[in-house]
Every structure is written in structure tokens, then in C-alpha cells.
């Protein structure tokens, strides 16, 4: 296996590992500052929360959304955030990794990335149609999770900038249509900007 493609498993499996949070929390101060939507002529309403620089990237979260107390180790607010309103139940979230492997292309995500979800244990495991996001076109792969006896579906884009790969993932209800992991997910992705 080579070392882009041992890449991709790392980031794949990584991106399984991450669960909704369950307790309610109260999110940290986030910035007011207003992001103007990029022109793409997507169908897509562009999220209208709070917005997430990064040193590489902003992004604007869903209204309600923010940042959890006991989000996963590693991850930050530029890095994880999830639906703050929902009290009870799986708690909608997205986070975003960088690819250990630079560069990963659509077609590397899709030839060996349905294989492997199977393989970590996802079931459902599907390459959906390519979008574009972020000014680059980007592999979609979805794939059912049961993890500690709570179901949920991961929804993940793959953006490319400067020669890295940011993978973008939201885990949703398990029984969210996939229409509403789609509008969720590029209401997100629309408002993406490289810094």
C-alpha cells in the first residue's frame, strides 16, 4: 500500500472515531464577524451562524451551532463544532482534518475509501456524486456508523488547497434524509473561503 493511500486510511478511521456529544454546552465567545458569501451559484442557502477562521480557512456554522465542551481530543473550534440546540439525542457535528498525505485526489478518495470504511466497520459505505466546494471539485462519501450502540451517518468532502487535503466531516442523525445531509452540508461548504 503506499504511503498516500495509507493516508487516506489514517484519515478515514479518524474521521469514524469522532461521535456526537451528548451533554448540553455552553459555547465560548465566537467572532461577529460577517463572512460575505462567495458567489457559487449554488441551490444551497448559505449557514448563517457563527464563523470559524482558521489560520488556513473560515467557514460559517448553522445557526445554533457552535462549540461543545468535550469535544474530541485534538480538535478545537476551528477544528469541531456541533448543533447546540439539540438537548437530547445525537448532536449533529461537523469536524475537519488535514490529510497526513498533502494532495489526495477524488479518485484516490473513491478507489480505496469505500473498501476501508467497510473495513473499519461502516456499513452503507457509498461515493456519491463529486461537488465542488471551496473553488475544487471534491470526492462525497457517505457511510452508516454504529458506534457504542449509537447509529449515525457521516457525510465527507475532501478540499485541496496549496497541495494539502482538508476533510471535511458531518455526522448526522442516522435517520436524516440524505436531501437534509446534503443542504446541511453545502450550506457549510458554500461559505468556505482559503485565507
Same mark, same amino acid.
Given at each position: 500500500?503506499?504511503?498516500?493511500?495509507?493516508?487516506?486510511?489514517?484519515?478515514?478511521?479518524?474521521?469514524?472515531?469522532?461521535?456526537?456529544? +451528548?451533554?448540553? #454546552? =455552553?459555547?465560548? &465567545?465566537?467572532? *461577529?464577524?460577517?463572512?460575505? @458569501?462567495? %458567489?457559487?451559484?449554488?441551490?444551497?442557502?448559505?449557514?448563517?451562524?457563527?464563523?470559524?477562521?482558521?489560520?488556513?480557512?473560515?467557514?460559517?456554522?448553522?445557526?445554533?451551532?457552535?462549540?461543545?465542551?468535550?469535544?474530541?481530543?485534538?480538535?478545537?473550534?476551528?477544528?469541531?463544532?456541533?448543533?447546540?440546540?439539540?438537548?437530547?439525542?445525537?448532536?449533529?457535528?461537523?469536524?475537519?482534518?488535514?490529510?497526513?498525505?498533502?494532495?489526495?485526489?477524488?479518485?484516490?478518495?473513491?478507489? +480505496?475509501?469505500? #473498501? =476501508?470504511?467497510? &473495513?473499519?466497520? *461502516?456499513?452503507?459505505?457509498? @461515493?456519491? %456524486?463529486?461537488?465542488?466546494?471551496?473553488?475544487?471539485?471534491?470526492?462525497?462519501?457517505?457511510?452508516?456508523?454504529?458506534?457504542?450502540?449509537?447509529?449515525?451517518?457521516?457525510?465527507?468532502?475532501?478540499?485541496?488547497?496549496?497541495?494539502?487535503?482538508?476533510?471535511?466531516?458531518?455526522?448526522?442523525?442516522?435517520?436524516?434524509?440524505?436531501?437534509?445531509?446534503?443542504?446541511?452540508?453545502?450550506?457549510?461548504?458554500?461559505?468556505?473561503?482559503?485565507?
Amino acid at each position: 500500500m503506499s504511503r498516500r493511500r495509507a493516508s487516506v486510511v489514517l484519515v478515514l478511521l479518524t474521521g469514524l472515531a469522532l461521535t456526537g456529544c +451528548a451533554a448540553p #454546552a =455552553q459555547a465560548p &465567545e465566537t467572532s *461577529a464577524v460577517e463572512t460575505p @458569501a462567495p %458567489d457559487t451559484g449554488a441551490e444551497f442557502s448559505p449557514a448563517a451562524g457563527d464563523t470559524i477562521a482558521a489560520e488556513q480557512y473560515t467557514l460559517t456554522l448553522p445557526d445554533g451551532w457552535g462549540f461543545p465542551d468535550g469535544a474530541p481530543e485534538g480538535f478545537d473550534e476551528t477544528t469541531f463544532a456541533a448543533d447546540l440546540t439539540i438537548e437530547d439525542g445525537y448532536r449533529d457535528n461537523v469536524n475537519i482534518l488535514v490529510s497526513p498525505g498533502g494532495e489526495v485526489t477524488s479518485e484516490q478518495v473513491e478507489e +480505496a475509501g469505500v #473498501a =476501508q470504511l467497510e &473495513e473499519a466497520g *461502516a456499513s452503507d459505505v457509498q @461515493a456519491l %456524486d463529486r461537488v465542488t466546494a471551496a473553488g475544487s471539485e471534491s470526492a462525497h462519501l457517505t457511510a452508516r456508523v454504529d458506534q457504542g450502540g449509537t447509529p449515525y451517518v457521516i457525510d465527507q468532502f475532501y478540499l485541496v488547497n496549496a497541495g494539502q487535503t482538508y476533510i471535511v466531516t458531518f455526522a448526522s442523525d442516522a435517520e436524516k434524509p440524505q436531501a437534509e445531509r446534503d443542504a446541511l452540508a453545502q450550506s457549510v461548504l458554500v461559505t468556505w473561503q482559503w485565507v
